[in-house]
């Protein structure tokens, strides 16, 4: 009788079979945790943005509150040039250009300027692709206080809300 080496077909499906299931189990919470990371950094860049909305008003009070996050940007990722009003260096260069790059899954905007001196905001924040990066949008005005809102339609990309819009959303605590 011949000694037999190594596994058996069938061990080795039976092994294929549970790494399978163990990778089934696992897959989805770390796309859940992504999701969830991804979510608390789109938090943190939005209330960023406030802050340095505020501190953009204080520094340049002729111009109010800035119309673009490029302008509270740097004009380069090393911010060589220096603050300046029209590049006032005061959130990094990812969030600067996050308008059409996103940073950790989410794409930011600051629309809805009025006035001049500008008076009223709005900063959002948007899944780059719905389920995949994100399911909630996030959305603050000139009062820094965070709303969200669940995207029920699972669009992905910038809401574009308003003022009155993301006020009516719930206030994220």
Same mark, same amino acid.
């Given at each position: 009788m011949r000694k037999q080496k190594g596994f058996?077909?069938?061990?080795?499906? &039976?092994?294929?079979? &549970?790494? %399978?299931? &163990?990778?089934?189990?696992?897959?989805?919470?770390? %796309?859940?945790?992504? &999701?969830? #990371?991804?979510?608390?950094?789109?938090?943190?860049?939005?209330?960023?943005?406030?802050?340095?909305?505020?501190?953009?008003?204080?520094a340049y009070p002729?111009?109010?509150?800035?119309?673009?996050?490029?302008? %509270?940007?740097?004009?380069?990722?090393g911010c060589t040039a220096g603050p300046a009003q029209t590049n006032a260096c005061m959130i990094d260069f990812a969030l600067g250009s996050a308008t059409t790059t996103a940073k950790?899954?989410? %794409?930011?905007?600051?629309?809805?300027t009025t006035g001049t001196p500008v008076t009223t905001y709005v900063?959002? #924040?948007?899944?780059?692709?719905?389920?995949?990066?994100?399911?909630?949008?996030?959305?603050?005005?000139?009062?820094a206080v965070l709303h969200f809102d669940v995207n029920a339609g699972g669009t992905s990309g910038l809401p574009g809300d308003s003022s009155a819009t993301c006020v009516a959303f719930p206030v994220l605590q």
């Amino acid at each position: 009788m011949r000694k037999q080496k190594g596994f058996s077909l069938i061990e080795l499906l &039976i092994v294929v079979a &549970i790494i %399978l299931i &163990i990778a089934a189990i696992a897959i989805p919470n770390l %796309l859940r945790a992504r &999701i969830a #990371a991804n979510e608390s950094s789109a938090v943190s860049s939005l209330r960023t943005i406030g802050t340095a909305q505020v501190t953009y008003a204080t520094a340049y009070p002729t111009a109010g509150y800035a119309t673009s996050l490029a302008i %509270l940007g740097p004009a380069n990722a090393g911010c060589t040039a220096g603050p300046a009003q029209t590049n006032a260096c005061m959130i990094d260069f990812a969030l600067g250009s996050a308008t059409t790059t996103a940073k950790s899954g989410y %794409l930011f905007e600051v629309i809805n300027t009025t006035g001049t001196p500008v008076t009223t905001y709005v900063s959002d #924040a948007g899944p780059q692709a719905y389920n995949q990066t994100g399911v909630r949008a996030f959305c603050s005005i000139e009062d820094a206080v965070l709303h969200f809102d669940v995207n029920a339609g699972g669009t992905s990309g910038l809401p574009g809300d308003s003022s009155a819009t993301c006020v009516a959303f719930p206030v994220l605590q």
